[in-house]
């Protein structure tokens, strides 16, 4: 089954740590993205990428990194700079053709203490 | 610049009555819009997009929308509400001509009552 598959479901980490989030598609996919989510305050876009080797920062990208060295995979790295990193995070891919919707992962929960 | 509003922070509806879920929109120039359902502790999963044509969609699990220019909206609706239809609905939107980047709102809570 092709999909988007994100690791881990739940991540625990001290303050000052960097965390680095997976997110692998199967579906080959050209786009992905990564999102936070926030109760109340719907997603937020953190990063996303186009094409491999080249990526945008989106509204929030402060504090977080990412790379894409392959299409398949687009891994999100939180970093100490990262001011209230607890959060849900959803990654995200989109066949590059006009009006395709988003396919979703079943996200991340970051907790940091 | 492109937004999207969602009037209501939750919807409560009896199982087996009608159910709307409220979007407003602005954009420049053609609208692609789009609805989304999220369950808890998942990714949200689309559930029908209007690129252009008939203003009435139909999509997954029964849900329509109605898209009305004028009124710029996008109402999410279904005839016969279940309780499995519970989950966190979220509307979105870009410009046919602009950026792959969609403007996601802050989500409708549904909540239906046995």
């Known amino acids: 089954d092709g999909g988007i598959t994100q690791s881990p479901k739940y991540l625990f980490r001290k303050e000052g740590q960097n965390v680095t989030l997976s997110c692998e598609q199967n579906?080959?996919?050209?786009?992905m993205y990564w999102y936070r989510q926030d109760p109340g305050q719907g997603l937020r876009l953190i990063y996303y990428?186009?094409?491999?080797?080249?990526?945008q920062k989106g509204d929030i990208a402060e504090g977080y990194s990412v790379s894409r060295e392959k299409k398949e995979s687009f891994p999100l790295t939180v970093t100490s700079a990262q001011k209230n990193p607890t959060a849900f995070y959803l990654c995200?891919?989109?066949?590059?053709?006009?009006?395709?919707?988003?396919?979703f992962g079943n996200g991340t929960r970051l907790t940091v203490t | 610049a492109q937004s999207v509003a969602q009037p209501e922070d939750q919807v409560n509806v009896a199982e087996g009555n009608p159910l709307t879920v409220k979007c407003t929109y602005s954009v420049s120039g053609n609208p692609y819009l789009f609805w989304y359902v999220q369950y808890p502790n998942r990714g949200l999963q689309f559930l029908l997009k209007y690129i252009t044509g008939d203003n009435l969609v139909k999509g997954s699990y029964g849900f329509e929308a109605e898209f009305n220019k004028s009124q710029t909206s996008f109402h999410l609706k279904k005839p016969s509400a279940l309780v499995s239809d519970s989950a966190l609905y979220f509307c979105?939107?870009?410009?046919?001509?602009?950026?792959?980047?969609?403007?996601f709102g802050r989500g409708t809570s549904l909540i239906v009552h046995p």
């Open positions: 979105a939107v870009r410009a046919s001509g602009g950026s792959y980047i969609p403007t």
């Open positions: 990428s186009q094409i491999v080797n080249d990526f």
């Open positions: 995200a891919s989109r066949l590059d053709r006009g009006n395709s919707p988003l396919h």
């Open positions: 579906l080959n996919h050209d786009a």
